[in-house]
């Protein structure tokens, strides 16, 4: 069965960095796009990123956020910087390009306080 597991995230000071890591499996992970979506506290589901399956085409609503993926691992990987208090969510990785996606990770908060 398809899983996608978040990791990576955690407390982290205003301005400060976090990678985010989705492991993928029961799935051709190098067949699908992949995105990451957020979602804040009382707030609905915001689309972040997102990668073709392969070469390096990406789509980015946040341009301090850098997705990437190793095909080789079944990886994807959500790199943000100069994070601010507005960044503060739950971030899924999923599988596809349009919400709602059909298959998602249970998700990894992301907080950003001083």
């Known amino acids: 069965q398809v899983q996608l597991v978040e990791s990576g995230g955690g407390l982290v000071q205003p301005g400060g960095s976090l990678r985010l890591s989705c492991a993928a499996s029961?799935?051709?992970?190098?067949?699908?796009?992949m995105s990451w979506v957020r979602q804040a506290p009382g707030k609905g589901l915001e689309w972040v990123s997102g990668i073709y399956s392969v070469g390096s085409d990406t789509d980015s609503v946040k341009g301090r956020f850098t997705i990437s993926r190793d095909n080789a691992k079944n990886t994807l990987y959500l790199q943000m910087n100069s994070l601010t208090p507005e960044d503060t969510a739950l971030y899924y990785c999923?599988?596809?390009?349009?919400?709602?996606?059909?298959?998602w990770g249970q998700g990894t908060l992301v907080t950003v306080s001083s």
């Open positions: 029961g799935f051709t992970f190098s067949n699908y796009y």
């Open positions: 999923a599988r596809g390009r349009t919400l709602p996606m059909e298959y």
